[in-house]
């Protein structure tokens, strides 16, 4: 099932450590969790994510395959959070290492996972 | 100049991050960086999907950034209908890669300054795409 992009309004203050502790995520890649996110879209068409992202996205998906890493490089996203507890082989998390994409992992489906995100921008902006 | 091989899926996009890496090297503003790589993106995919072959050269000028993608394979029948957003003959194998939705063409024109696309059916499909940039008064 394809979800259409959605990008919420500019954050102020939602780092990938706030994005982690709210969606009981693991962290598969990154060092750095203080990454400001500067917007969040979920999406499984990576021609959206091209199309309606800008840079600092934050992206949820449900599609694991090195195009989403790709995908973040290309449209400078600033992570990517696989939802419904898919975990991306050793290529795709080689990849996120060499071009240092952080990637988290959740066992949430994409709707609560966007859900949860949207709740906590709302309530701080 | 780079060689794209048509069906390569486990590769596609490489050719498009080190355009990147290329660009972000030589200078070139982020935002430019940001368009030629998501234009790159889309044709290398476009020609991963639908290609046998294909090459792609990068150019770059102190007033604009060109792409031109080459490639050998079956062509488009009918540009206009490719052009709309939505329009696709991909498989279910390429939308389960997140592409081949109708949106590649779409998105290419969209970050373009001057966009030109040509195809021969049976003999492949020529995209040239010029952004420009200012690197006057950059560091």
Sequence with gaps: MMARMATTANLHSMTLADVRDLLGADVLNGDDLSIKVEAVGAADLLSDVLALSKTGTLLLTGLVSPQVIRTAIVADLCGVVFVRGKKPGPDILSLARESKIPVLATPLKMFEAAGRLYRAISEST | ?139
């Design chain 2, 1 to 139: 100049m780079y060689h794209v091989l048509g069906k390569d899926f486990s590769n596609a996009g490489k050719v498009s991050t080190s355009i990147k890496d290329t660009l972000k090297r030589l200078g070139v503003s982020p935002a430019v960086v940001r368009r030629v790589a998501i234009v790159s993106y889309e044709a290398e995919m476009n020609l991963v999907m639908y290609a046998t072959r294909g090459e792609m050269s990068l150019s770059v000028s102190s007033d604009a950034v060109t792409l031109k993608v080459d490639d050998e394979g079956p062509g488009i029948p009918d540009v206009s209908l490719a052009m709309q957003e939505g329009w696709s003959t991909a498989t279910p194998e390429m939308r389960e890669m997140g592409f081949g939705a109708g949106m590649g063409l779409p998105n290419i024109k969209r970050n373009a300054d001057e966009f030109e696309i040509s195809s021969e059916v049976g003999r492949g499909t020529r995209l040239f795409v010029r952004v420009t940039q200012n690197m006057q008064g950059s560091p």
